[in-house]
Protein backbone atom coordinates (compact mmCIF):
# COMPACT_ATOMS: atom_id res chain seq x y z
CA UNK A 1 0.00 0.00 0.00
CA UNK A 2 2.96 2.14 0.95
CA UNK A 3 4.01 2.13 -2.39
CA UNK A 4 0.71 3.33 -4.12
CA UNK A 5 0.53 7.23 -5.49
CA UNK A 6 -2.68 8.66 -4.21
CA UNK A 7 -3.05 11.76 -5.48
CA UNK A 8 -6.84 12.14 -5.54
CA UNK A 9 -7.10 10.58 -1.96
CA UNK A 10 -7.59 13.17 0.61
CA UNK A 11 -8.98 11.34 2.96
CA UNK A 12 -9.52 7.25 3.64
CA UNK A 13 -11.40 5.95 5.74
CA UNK A 14 -11.03 2.83 6.92
CA UNK A 15 -14.34 2.01 9.03
CA UNK A 16 -13.89 -1.57 9.99
CA UNK A 17 -12.51 -3.19 13.03
CA UNK A 18 -9.04 -2.39 13.68
CA UNK A 19 -8.24 -0.55 11.24
CA UNK A 20 -6.06 1.93 12.98
CA UNK A 21 -4.25 -0.65 15.19
CA UNK A 22 -0.04 -0.28 14.63
CA UNK A 23 1.41 -3.59 13.57
CA UNK A 24 4.22 -5.53 14.60
CA UNK A 25 6.06 -7.10 17.45
CA UNK A 26 8.65 -4.68 18.59
CA UNK A 27 7.67 -1.72 20.88
CA UNK A 28 9.10 0.95 18.87
CA UNK A 29 6.87 -0.77 15.62
CA UNK A 30 4.28 2.11 14.22
CA UNK A 31 3.77 0.65 10.77
CA UNK A 32 -0.28 0.03 10.36
CA UNK A 33 -2.61 0.82 7.37
CA UNK A 34 -2.63 4.75 8.36
CA UNK A 35 0.58 5.31 8.10
CA UNK A 36 0.68 3.49 4.60
CA UNK A 37 -1.91 5.29 3.51
CA UNK A 38 -0.13 8.59 4.65
CA UNK A 39 3.01 7.24 2.80
CA UNK A 40 0.82 6.78 -0.10
CA UNK A 41 0.08 10.37 -0.60
CA UNK A 42 -3.25 10.80 1.47
CA UNK A 43 -3.52 13.79 3.63
CA UNK A 44 -5.79 11.76 6.38
CA UNK A 45 -6.87 8.69 7.44
CA UNK A 46 -9.33 7.27 10.06
CA UNK A 47 -9.39 4.29 11.50
CA UNK A 48 -11.01 1.78 14.40
CA UNK A 49 -8.59 0.96 17.77
CA UNK A 50 -11.09 -1.69 18.32
CA UNK A 51 -13.95 -4.04 16.77
CA UNK A 52 -17.08 -1.28 16.21
CA UNK A 53 -20.65 -2.03 15.88
CA UNK A 54 -22.22 -1.80 12.59
CA UNK A 55 -25.33 0.46 12.63
CA UNK A 56 -23.37 2.87 15.10
CA UNK A 57 -20.86 3.03 12.66
CA UNK A 58 -22.60 3.86 10.00
CA UNK A 59 -24.66 6.33 11.69
CA UNK A 60 -20.97 7.92 12.83
CA UNK A 61 -19.61 7.96 9.00
CA UNK A 62 -22.82 8.97 7.58
CA UNK A 63 -22.67 12.10 10.11
CA UNK A 64 -18.82 12.53 9.47
CA UNK A 65 -19.31 13.17 5.94
CA UNK A 66 -22.19 15.11 5.91
CA UNK A 67 -20.06 17.73 8.03
CA UNK A 68 -17.49 17.37 5.77
CA UNK A 69 -19.73 18.50 2.78
CA UNK A 70 -21.53 21.20 4.42
CA UNK A 71 -20.11 22.72 6.65
CA UNK A 72 -16.10 22.21 5.17
CA UNK A 73 -14.59 21.33 8.97
CA UNK A 74 -11.35 19.59 8.52
CA UNK A 75 -11.36 16.02 8.83
CA UNK A 76 -10.37 15.72 12.68
CA UNK A 77 -12.71 18.11 13.35
CA UNK A 78 -15.95 16.56 11.10
CA UNK A 79 -14.68 13.34 13.27
CA UNK A 80 -14.90 15.07 16.35
CA UNK A 81 -18.31 16.18 15.92
CA UNK A 82 -20.05 13.49 14.46
CA UNK A 83 -18.42 11.73 17.71
CA UNK A 84 -20.03 13.95 20.17
CA UNK A 85 -23.54 13.87 17.72
CA UNK A 86 -23.27 10.15 17.93
CA UNK A 87 -22.62 10.19 21.62
CA UNK A 88 -25.18 12.83 22.69
CA UNK A 89 -28.15 11.86 20.20
CA UNK A 90 -31.06 10.46 21.60
CA UNK A 91 -33.16 7.75 20.31
CA UNK A 92 -36.23 9.83 19.73
CA UNK A 93 -33.36 12.05 17.22
CA UNK A 94 -31.61 8.74 15.95
CA UNK A 95 -34.79 6.04 15.60
CA UNK A 96 -35.02 7.87 11.73
CA UNK A 97 -31.70 6.94 11.07
CA UNK A 98 -31.25 3.58 12.72
CA UNK A 99 -32.71 0.49 10.45
CA UNK A 100 -35.83 -0.32 11.69
CA UNK A 101 -35.53 -4.12 12.77
CA UNK A 102 -32.48 -3.13 15.15
CA UNK A 103 -33.23 -4.34 18.44
CA UNK A 104 -33.62 -1.77 21.32
CA UNK A 105 -35.11 1.08 19.05
CA UNK A 106 -38.80 -0.15 20.02
CA UNK A 107 -41.35 2.99 20.64
CA UNK A 108 -41.72 1.36 23.95
CA UNK A 109 -38.43 2.78 24.93
CA UNK A 110 -37.92 6.49 26.22
CA UNK A 111 -37.09 9.00 23.44
CA UNK A 112 -34.28 10.77 25.76
CA UNK A 113 -32.51 7.31 25.74
CA UNK A 114 -28.84 7.55 24.45
CA UNK A 115 -28.19 4.07 22.65
CA UNK A 116 -24.83 5.02 21.64
CA UNK A 117 -23.22 7.06 24.95
CA UNK A 118 -21.29 4.21 25.62
CA UNK A 119 -17.85 5.60 24.09
CA UNK A 120 -17.22 1.49 23.21
CA UNK A 121 -19.81 2.83 19.92
CA UNK A 122 -17.91 6.12 19.43
CA UNK A 123 -14.40 6.64 20.38
CA UNK A 124 -12.71 4.09 18.83
CA UNK A 125 -12.25 6.32 15.74
CA UNK A 126 -9.09 8.30 15.20
CA UNK A 127 -7.81 10.64 12.23
CA UNK A 128 -4.18 10.67 12.01
CA UNK A 129 -2.84 12.98 9.08
CA UNK A 130 -3.38 17.01 8.08
CA UNK A 131 -5.68 18.88 9.67
CA UNK A 132 -7.02 20.20 6.34
CA UNK A 133 -10.57 19.51 4.96
CA UNK A 134 -12.00 17.44 2.49
CA UNK A 135 -12.91 20.10 -0.17
Known amino acids: MAEFRLTAAPLVTLSACHTADIGGTAPDEVIGM ?10 GVVGSLWA ?20 GEGQGAALRSAQAWLRDGTLAELRPRLPANRPGTGESLPGDLRPFEHPYYWAAFQHVGMPTSTG
Not at 62 to 70: A, D, G, N, P, Q
Open 34 to 43: PSAFLRAGAS
Open 52 to 71: VADDSTALLMEEMYSRLRRS
